[in-house]
């Protein structure tokens, strides 16, 4: 989060290096890492293989990618499953946005169940309390890193992916309880050695796709004013994901002015799995995604607020019995409409497991 326009620049620069290094070690590679490529590269394995068509099934990014690869070779698909779909029309910059305001109700869904269990974790019995002890807990280590490694952005990167599945909220809860009550970091550091630490090649790989998929807005000032905008009512969020993307507003690969147009037509049925609450590809885009996809029938996890809602665990049977049946026979739910079946969400974990 800049504290002036000096430090803000100085993470421009470095988005601007980053861009500029990739290009000078991989800009041969560049141009070709686009979902579009990496969709014909998958066909041109389902035909090495002598396989007349594939059965696909993907979660979050992958589901985009699947998207991709119906729309350009309806034929060649048999069955797909699409669990927690990226909405296509908002790659990549608005589907970012989106997501800024999606994780700040999960974090608020997190704080809330940390207030319920005052008891266990004595950081204040209303979600208001939880949420000022987060970012004092913050604050302390923005000033003062653990180990001189994990400052409020690794602290940030490690509570994230809380958003993206509830059960690792007792673990979180601890670590935070434990730091704050006593000092102790040892719980902190496991948590961010856990869940916290992100995969170099990973990082590149997806701006290497995403950056290059379509043509990201390349005036800072629009990124600023967006962030500002977003950061006023969904800060957990709002300046972490511009800098994980800000390489893409220097990218040396210009994409197409638009994303892939993703035409339905011609395509087998599809099963899409989705929770109301998912962050990370929110509702509403996968709902986008489904009125592109006629074949397509939707399974609502009602509160579900997980990135995945199949083969999880604990499992929802309700979920994973759609998913067998599908898998097995082709069956779809029949519920005309954009929510064509519905599952209770998993109950929330308890403070002990």
Request: with cysteine; net charge neutral.
């Amino acid at each position: 989060i800049p504290a002036s326009g000096t430090a803000e620049q100085t993470l421009i620069n470095r988005a601007k290096s980053y861009a500029a290094d990739c290009e000078k070690r991989y800009g041969w590679l560049l141009p070709y890492m686009t979902s579009v490529d990496v969709a014909r590269d998958m066909d041109s394995i389902r035909s090495a293989l002598g396989a007349p068509k594939i059965s696909y099934f993907a979660y979050s990014y992958g589901t985009y990618l699947g998207q991709v690869y119906a729309t350009l070779f309806p034929h060649h698909l048999r069955r797909m499953v699409l669990d927690s779909t990226v909405d296509p029309a908002g790659a990549w910059y608005a589907d970012n946005i989106a997501q800024d305001y999606a994780f700040e109700g999960r974090m608020e869904a997190f704080f809330t169940w940390v207030a319920a269990h005052n008891v266990t974790y004595g950081l204040g019995s209303t979600r208001a309390a939880v949420d000022q002890a987060w970012y004092r807990a913050r604050a302390r280590l923005q000033a003062h890193p653990v180990e001189g490694r994990i400052g409020a952005d690794d602290f940030d990167d490690t509570f994230l992916q809380g958003g993206y599945s509830n059960a690792l909220w007792p673990g979180l809860a601890s670590a935070l309880a434990v730091y704050l009550h006593s000092g102790a970091t040892s719980q902190l550091i496991s948590q961010y050695q856990q869940d916290g630490v992100q995969s170099d090649n990973e990082f590149a790989v997806y701006n290497a796709v995403e950056c290059s998929d379509v043509n990201w807005p390349r005036n800072w000032a629009k990124w600023n004013a967006d962030t500002r905008r977003v950061y006023r009512t969904a800060p957990f969020q709002a300046w972490d994901n511009a800098w994980f993307n800000a390489s893409c507003a220097f990218w040396p690969v210009r994409g197409p002015a638009h994303p892939l147009q993703i035409k339905g037509a011609d395509l087998p049925g599809i099963l899409m799995l989705q929770g109301t609450l998912d962050a990370a590809t929110p509702y509403a885009g996968a709902q986008v995604a489904h009125r592109l996809l006629p074949t397509a029938r939707m399974v609502v996890v009602e509160g579900g607020g997980n990135h995945g809602q199949s083969l999880a665990q604990p499992p929802n049977t309700c979920v994973n019995g759609y998913l067998n049946r599908y898998l097995a026979t082709g069956a779809l739910p029949t519920r005309p409409g954009l929510v064509n079946a519905t599952c209770p969400a998993l109950p929330p974990p308890s403070p002990a497991s």
